[in-house]
């Protein structure tokens, strides 16, 4: 079976979606209760819950893939499927933010919903919905969804603008409320600490939250965040082997490097750089060349925890995959206590992690439902477990389903396609029982970071120059002259003074810029950074976070230029080329 056909399964299996009509929320003062239409979302596991948090998480890592492997995607066929993916989770998120300082994070609690087995479609559990404010608030929580929000903006920025500035608006506003009114959320959703509870806190989404909103907005005050707080939040300073729904600290560092990687530090290079190394450190701990390395299972497997010890896998599977991209396309290695790791390594330990969960391990078993001749028979989820209401529309009762349907020791009358479930032990083993709910339950955030690795591992090499574009490094000089970028194929940029006059004590000077696409292939989907402009501009489009070609302009053939002109009083502007593709 190709990677096509598991990136099919991969998205199958996130197509549960939290299913009811309008939700009760109690209101935290007095006795009032509303009616808020908190439809769709996604259930985290193999309950009837609407965790938020993890909800939240579940989006990000699916936004992220397509950010990284959308065109490998598509060539599978799979990115829309991909993007509807998150659509249907970012659909919910914004009824779920229905005020700038109101954020609904949980819908049902687990413990009435875990002393009932029972269909989505036959619920009798409580529906109530809680929520953090300005009162009670919850900023892992918020930073989360922001994080959420904001990378699903750069989805949606192409293909459906007014959304992804809808998005990203939610964004902004829940950043906004993580950082203004801290706390971490379990403190105000008390009925979320037995089942997601923040032991990270909160520092960490606030980080992940300006990393995100950075690269979608390009705006200097989240990069500033990310730098001013590094320390303080412990960015820099946590060298993290760990990477999931609690602790993000790990993808912040890997973004960061991106940001270093790409150029656009701008004066803050000496802390991403600190980012960049803590990055090396999580992928050196997972390939066993750290100084603490994550331990492994017999049969080769990274091993955290017994209870769903594959969320963690697939996380630092993605991690170590688009790291190891951003090495190849600048050019670099990563540093291991006094050791060298190309990224070739990173890539071939991360492919070895999928192929032990599609069944390359000891027990010749598939951790993904539906693939391979062996895989897990009695998943401990309810959807799965329960006959279809549309084979049998009799009522399943609460605790009758645990008598009818639990306790059941065939195999699963609904076959959940895709989904990873929690997997082994530290000893690869894996019994394959409904009650097993540490080894058997699968969770959305087991299969998201999953959906960009195998699309990278789908396509091979193809199409990597699209992962980090090339970033120009203009640096002002002290008088203006010509300037020519120092710039890797296939795209160059040559700045040059064309002329120069003086008006009401000033000098002002008029700079050619030259873009020169030296690739074999055509250059469409431009976008270009330009900082440090203190004057009009010519000959290229604003979209508001950026520049594109001109209007009368949708490409650049191979071998061919484009000129625009500024004026200003200063030196050159700094321009660099942030996108691009390659047909």
């Known amino acids: 079976m190709t990677m096509g056909r598991l990136l099919v399964r991969a998205f199958s299996s996130l197509r549960l979606r939290g299913l009811g009509t309008f939700q009760r929320t109690r209101e935290s003062l007095g006795e009032l209760t509303l009616q808020v239409d908190l439809v769709g979302g996604y259930y985290d596991a193999g309950d009837n819950v609407k965790f938020g948090l993890p909800m939240a998480f579940t989006i990000t890592m699916m936004s992220w893939s397509i950010v990284e492997y959308g065109k490998q995607m598509s060539r599978s066929g799979e990115l829309k499927n991909a993007m509807e993916a998150v659509k249907w989770g970012t659909d919910y998120l914004i009824k779920a933010h229905p005020e700038p300082y109101v954020l609904y994070g949980e819908v049902g609690d687990g413990n009435s919903d875990h002393y009932c087995w029972q269909r989505p479609e036959d ?41 992804s500035n809808q998005l990203l608006n939610h964004a902004k506003q829940l950043f906004e409320f993580a950082d203004k009114y801290r706390s971490k959320y379990d403190r105000s959703i008390t009925v979320a600490q037995d089942y997601y509870q923040s032991i990270s806190g909160y520092m960490d989404e606030l980080l992940w939250a300006a990393a995100w909103l950075y690269q979608a907005t390009d705006e200097n005050y989240y990069l500033d965040y990310l730098a001013n ?31 270093l990687l790409q150029g656009k530090a701008a004066h803050h290079s000496s802390v991403l750089e600190r980012y960049k190394q803590k990055a090396e450190n999580f992928m050196c701990s997972c390939i066993g060349k750290g100084v603490r390395n994550v331990q492994r299972t017999p049969g080769g497997l990274l091993f955290w925890q017994r209870w769903n010890n594959l969320q963690f896998v697939t996380s630092s599977a993605f991690l170590l995959t688009v790291y190891s991209d951003y090495l190849t396309s600048s050019g670099q290695k990563a540093q291991c206590a006094n050791r060298i790791a190309p990224p070739s390594e990173l890539l071939s330990f991360a492919k070895s992690q999928v192929d032990y969960i599609l069944g390359d391990n000891p027990r010749a078993t598939s951790y993904m439902v539906g693939y391979g001749r062996t895989y897990p028979q009695q998943v401990h989820h309810r959807g799965s477990s329960i006959v279809s209401i549309k084979a049998n529309p009799s009522f399943v009762s609460c605790r009758g389903g645990y008598q009818t349907w639990f306790s059941r020791k065939a195999s699963d009358p609904n076959l959940l396609d895709g989904a990873i479930v929690g997997g082994p032990d530290a000893y690869d083993d894996f019994a394959d029982e409904r009650h097993n709910y540490e080894q058997t339950e699968p969770a959305t955030y087991n299969n998201a970071p999953l959906l960009g690795v195998l699309a990278r591992l789908n396509v091979g090499n193809a199409g990597l120059n699209q992962l980090l574009p090339v970033m120009i490094n203009t640096k002002p000089v002290n008088s203006p002259a010509p300037s020519v970028a120092k710039v890797s194929p296939p795209l160059s940029i040559t700045q040059t003074v064309t002329t120069s006059w003086n008006a009401n004590g000033k000098t002002y000077y008029r700079y050619s810029t030259i873009l020169t696409n030296k690739a074999s292939k ?39 230029s484009f000129e625009f002109v500024y004026i200003h009083s200063a030196s050159p502007a700094e321009i660099w080329v942030s996108e691009y593709t390659l047909v």
């Open 123 to 163: 619920m009798t559990t409580s529906r109530q919905a809680y929520r953090i404010d300005q009162t009670t608030p919850g900023s892992d929580l918020a930073g989360e969804t922001a994080a959420a929000m904001a990378s699903a903006s750069i989805v949606f920025k192409h293909s459906d603008p007014a959304y």
């Open 229 to 259: 707080n590094a320390d303080e939040f412990g960015g820099t300073g946590w060298a993290i082997t760990e990477f999931g729904w609690d602790v993000k600290f790990a993808g912040v560092q890997v973004l960061a490097s991106k940001f």
């Open 522 to 560: 055509t250059v469409k989907n431009l976008k270009i950074s330009i900082s440090k402009l203190y004057g009009p501009l010519w000959g290229l489009r604003n979209s508001g976070n950026g520049y594109e070609f001109p209007a009368w302009i949708d490409s650049l053939p191979a071998g061919k």
